[in-house]
């Protein structure tokens, strides 16, 4: 079974609509992020969390929210999506302790398309 | 404050041919560096990481030098395959954000 896994893979929507993206991990992980993957942009930073009671804005969090139910679980928001939304979303985890503390674990992606 | 600047792609090799992938950073202290790659269809995997000054990071036949004198870590491998053909991420690591900082992204494309 995949470590962080990301539902759904795919997702097609429209305009003001509300959608959430789900992430979950069994890697024992205290800190999760959202990022998004645009082309020639590389991966932008929307939102992390380093602990269950803990929410940090990322570079671009305009138009998205999270929630952090558990540990392992972190969910990502567009309460009105957008078509610039249009983009790869995904989920990454670390952990704060021992000596790979800087590695981050990518779930595979969800791919979300704004009509 | 703290940036990753890769070279653009996409970049088309022959298999068989010298990789390189260019990276430069800027960052105060002493970030560590990393380069991920993300093969089609898949989320990112760390490909090597490198934590200080002089270290080399290498894997799968692919290595990459943490130069602090002129801020780089370019990638290099001596002889690419199709199964090569992907997009390779340059990355930093600071503690003061706790944060990955990623470049753009290089894609590659290796022809048989």
Redesign the interface.
């Known amino acids: 079974d995949a470590d962080v896994t990301q539902t759904p893979r795919n997702r097609i929507t429209k305009t003001g609509k509300r959608i959430m993206l789900e992430c979950s991990q069994t890697k024992g992980h205290d800190r999760m992020y959202w990022y998004r993957q645009d082309p020639g942009l590389g991966l932008r930073l929307i939102y992390y969390s380093f602990d269950v009671k803990d929410i940090n804005k990322g570079e671009i969090s305009d138009g998205y929210s999270v929630s952090r139910q558990a540990q392992a679980k972190f969910s990502l928001s567009l309460e009105s999506a957008i078509p610039n939304q249009t983009a790869l979303y995904f989920c990454a985890t670390s952990n704060s302790l021992g000596v790979r503390n800087n590695e981050q674990f990518f779930g595979p992606g969800t791919r979300l398309t704004v009509l | 404050g703290n940036s990753v600047t890769q070279m653009e792609g996409p970049v088309t090799l022959s298999e068989e041919a010298f990789l390189t992938i260019n990276c430069t950073y800027t960052a105060t202290g002493y970030p560590?560096l990393?380069w991920?790659v993300q093969y089609p269809g898949?989320?990112?995997?760390?490909l090597l990481?490198a934590?200080k000054a002089d270290d080399k990071g290498s894997n799968k036949g692919f290595e990459a030098t943490y130069r602090k004198e002129t801020t780089s870590f370019h990638l290099e491998k001596g002889s690419v395959q199709v199964s090569d053909s992907a997009v390779y991420?340059c990355a930093l690591?600071h503690?003061q954000g706790?944060?990955?900082i990623?470049?753009?992204?290089t894609e590659l494309s290796v022809k048989p």
């Open positions: 560590s990393f991920y898949e989320g990112l995997q760390l990481k934590t991420f690591y503690n706790g944060k990955l990623f470049g753009q992204g």
